[in-house]
Every structure is written in C-alpha cells, then in structure tokens.
Nanobody
Framework: QVQLVESGGGLVQPGGSLRLSCAAS????????MAWYRQPPGKQRDVVAT???????DYADSVKGRFTISRDGARNAVYLQISSLKPEDTAVYYC??????????????WGQGTQVTVSS
C-alpha cells in the first residue's frame, strides 16, 4: 500500500520561507511524476509544481521564481522550497505521485495535506 506523508507546514510571516517534504512508502518503483498541489480556504485544489522522473519541472505562474520543487529518487521523496511567502499562499498543500505499472496502468496517490498559513 503506497502512502505519502507530508511534513514541514506551519505558520510563517509574509516574506518568510518554508520547506515542505513528502516521503513515499510502500513501493519500490519510482513514481513517474510527483507534484505539489494546494487548496486555499473555500477554493479548489490546483497544481503548484510538478517534477518528472527525469527531473523536468513545471510551475504555476503564481509561484514561479518563489517555489522550487525537487525530488530524491532513491528515497521516493519530493520537496517544495517556498520563499517570499504571501498571504495568498495560505492553503493546505498536498503531495501527489503517479505510478505506472504494466498490469494496472497509472495510479494516483495523494498525501493527507499539510497546512501552510502566511500571516503577520
């Protein structure tokens, strides 16, 4: 059973930084895509950043230049370094991973979420 566990959220002042971590367990395979999503209060969940198995990254326009996604393939972990935080970055941040298996195709996995609150 694949599980994703996020950590690193918290309360931070505007302009501050945080590093979110997501550790995957239950699979020896490498996820072909890992990503971070976020869901602000009362809004839908949207993608923030993605990273492929080959290391290609993509970011939402709203976070380009402030957020950096990275992964540790050996540990099946993904990280999100977030800086220059703004109040509008307040959200629950979710880790996502997609696994390809010949027998079942693609399977999507989600973490339980970690709260990031940006406030003075």
């Amino acid at each position: 059973q694949v599980q994703l566990v996020e950590s690193g959220g918290g309360l931070v002042q505007p302009g501050g930084s945080l590093r979110l971590s997501c550790a995957a367990s239950g699979s020896a395979r490498t996820f072909d895509v890992m990503a971070w999503y976020r869901q602000p209060p009362g809004k839908q969940r949207d993608v923030v950043a993605t990273i492929t198995k080959g290391g290609m990254t993509d970011y939402a326009d709203s976070v380009k230049g402030r957020f950096t996604i990275s992964r540790d393939g050996a540990r099946n972990a993904v990280y999100l370094q977030i800086s220059s935080l703004k109040p509008e970055d307040t959200a629950v941040y979710y880790c996502y991973a997609r696994l390809w298996e010949l027998s079942v195709g693609y399977t999507n996995y989600w973490g339980q979420g970690t709260q990031v609150t940006v406030s003075s």
